[in-house]
């Protein structure tokens, strides 16, 4: 295990500059996860760290050593890919141990190494099959043991789970979570799905544009992000955005309100109030209804569409009209040209 440590990291391709000046800590143990939209330069940082991508400008360290001229394989961090990229002609086992070939490490350790893992993922059984033999989440499986046997400082993952049906994203999220709590491991995870983020990590990192826009706890980003663009990326469904001229004028508005404000509410802070409370109100577009909740998609008199999270379906239908409140430390104020945190 180590810590990872990335200094004004940078990264251009001829004069384009996609990575612009990154600063990371990293600790040791820490499951930690890089999301964004796609282009935001989550995974060139990762492959930064693997050796994959040449560095252009800045740092990166594994524990105590700076690796930007230090090869992949000397590394000591382990990478599972998104596409699996197992050998289709060699059995789950000779998967797991080539790696460990190549190092010339002795036989019997290899095979200790590799039962040990297998036992871990729960595929031991699946050892002597062909990887065209195996479900898309038994081949995730067989592919994190191949990392799980190197033995890594650092577990380097690159969307893991994107090619992977619904529930078995589900399942094998949490059998990467278990694995984590088992090794103790320092784990990286790019993904540009926010619920996995959420759910997985114990720090995220948010991208744009090759920077950083904030790092914290999954709850810290929830409850407080640093801006618009993570307010509406961290949550699901994304955080409603209202105008001044949207408000009805209810009390329970922030005082910071101004009329150069966004002001943010997430669908499940919206609450179904009477008229004399109300701070916005809509009419029904749609409703979805997705048993223990629905999801009423509104629109107010100005154009603006928001969203209501509530624990059963409205009382009144389509083209129907409904007034919401919520709860002033609920609320969240940005800057409408900066979209900076008021």
């Given at each position: ?32 996860v890089f ?156 993904t540009h ?20 826009e904030q ?128």
């Open positions: 295990m180590a810590n990872v440590t990335i200094r004004g990291v940078r990264k251009s391709y001829g004069d384009v500059q996609v990575m612009h000046g990154v600063d990371l800590d990293i600790d040791d143990g820490e499951f930690v999301v964004g939209p796609s282009g935001c330069g989550k995974s060139t940082l990762l492959r930064m760290i693997a050796g994959l991508e040449d560095i252009s400008d800045g740092t990166v360290s594994i524990g105590d050593r700076v690796v930007n001229d230090v090869a992949p394989s000397k590394r000591e961090v382990a990478m599972v890919f998104q596409t699996y990229a197992l050998y289709p002609h060699m059995t789950v086992y000779k998967n797991m141990a080539f790696g460990l070939k190549q190092a010339k490490t002795p036989q019997d350790e290899i095979d200790r190494r590799v039962r040990a893992a297998a036992e871990v993922l729960q595929i031991t059984d699946y050892l002597e099959r062909s990887p065209r033999n195996l479900s898309g989440g038994q081949r995730q499986r067989v592919a994190i043991g191949r990392a799980i046997v190197r033995d890594p400082e650092v577990f380097l993952f690159d969307e893991p789970l994107s090619n992977l049906d619904a529930s078995l994203r589900v399942q094998t999220r949490l059998e990467i979570a278990r694995l984590h709590r088992r090794l103790g491991s320092t784990m990286i995870y790019v799905d926010q619920v996995e983020a959420m759910t997985l990590a114990d720090k995220i990192v948010v991208l744009r544009d090759g920077r950083v790092v914290g706890s999954p709850i810290d980003l929830y409850e407080r992000p640093a801006n618009s663009f993570v307010a509406q990326f961290i949550g699901s469904p994304k955080m409603n955005f209202f105008s001044n001229t949207d408000a009805l004028g209810g009390t329970g508005l922030p005082s910071t309100v101004s009329d150069a404000s966004l002001i943010g509410i997430r669908p499940e802070h919206l609450e179904v109030c009477e008229t004399k409370d109300a701070l916005f109100a809509g009419k029904i577009e749609l409703i979805e209804q997705l048993g223990e909740y629905a999801l009423v998609h509104m629109v107010t008199s100005n154009g603006t569409e928001f969203i209501a999270k509530t624990d059963k379906p409205p009382s009144v239908g389509v083209d129907g009209s409904l007034r919401f409140k919520a709860q002033s430390e609920l609320i969240h104020v940005f800057d409408a040209d900066s979209g900076l945190r008021v």
